[in-house]
């Protein structure tokens, strides 16, 4: 009789039973935590791309709109400018401050309203060095840019640049267009206001607080900050230009 004993034999293990445990387990709390903190800085990463990305947009698009203002705004006064026969300057558009001639602007004084005079025709030789104060042709059109500063930020006043004009072609040509009464000419601020267009936004007069200088009864200097946007995301612009009348 074989008294040999029988080995005991090992259970049965599936080749694929620890893999299947792990899978039918789910993931663990670690693998988790490991997951979610990856997405949060994916998520983190893309949110501030995004953010980023907008804000550069948002800051291009400003400046466009900006450059296009300034450069169809100084490219229009400068052909009227040319086109006119002299300027006045006023502190500003308001009925009281561009009352009489007492209002206007001496040189190298600034103000916020500009305004353009054209008369009739040319001078002949006689009259090219006539003061044009005693110019007696008459006012055929007149065009008035201002800076309407109703907005305060940061303790300064800014506000959008206006444009207004009006032509003059009744005959006979009364007194009131004469030179020596053209505040008569310009309507109430009220009427102005509602008759103007905006050539520019926001702006901030860099001159004494005002956006035009009057340098020595011949030319227009223009100084000013364009500002676009809100107050969370300024795009801001300075601007510097000169303007003469023909004369």
Request: proline content about 6%; aromatic content about 8%; overall charge neutral.
């Amino acid at each position: 009789m074989n008294t040999t004993p029988h080995p005991i034999s090992e259970p049965c293990r599936h080749p694929n039973r620890r893999s299947y445990r792990a899978s039918a387990g789910g993931f663990t709390l670690v693998e988790v935590m490991i997951a979610l903190t990856i997405m949060v800085s994916v998520l983190a990463m893309s949110s501030g791309f995004l953010m980023e990305s907008t804000l550069i947009n948002f800051r291009s698009t400003a400046k466009n709109n900006i450059n296009r203002e300034l450069r169809n705004t100084i490219n229009r006064m400068a052909i009227e400018a040319k086109q006119s026969n002299f300027f006045l300057i006023y502190e500003s558009a308001q009925d009281a401050e561009r009352y009489d001639r007492d209002d206007r602007r001496r040189p190298n004084e600034s103000g916020d309203a500009l305004l353009l005079v054209f008369k009739s025709g040319y001078p002949d030789m006689e009259a090219l060095g006539m003061d044009p104060l005693r110019d007696p042709r008459p006012i055929t059109r007149i065009i008035l840019y201002y800076r309407d500063p109703n907005t305060e930020i940061d303790g300064v006043t800014v506000g959008p640049v206006m444009r207004w004009e009006k032509d003059f072609t009744a005959d006979p040509i009364t007194d009131a267009q004469e030179i020596r009464e053209v505040e008569l000419l310009l309507p109430p601020f009220t009427t102005l206001r509602s008759e103007s267009t905006q050539v520019m936004a926001f702006s901030e007069g860099l001159v004494n607080g005002r956006l035009f200088y009057n340098f020595q009864n011949r030319t227009i200097m223009i100084n000013g900050r364009i500002i676009h946007g809100n107050q969370a995301k300024w795009v801001t612009d300075t601007y510097n230009f000169s303007i003469s009348p023909r004369g």
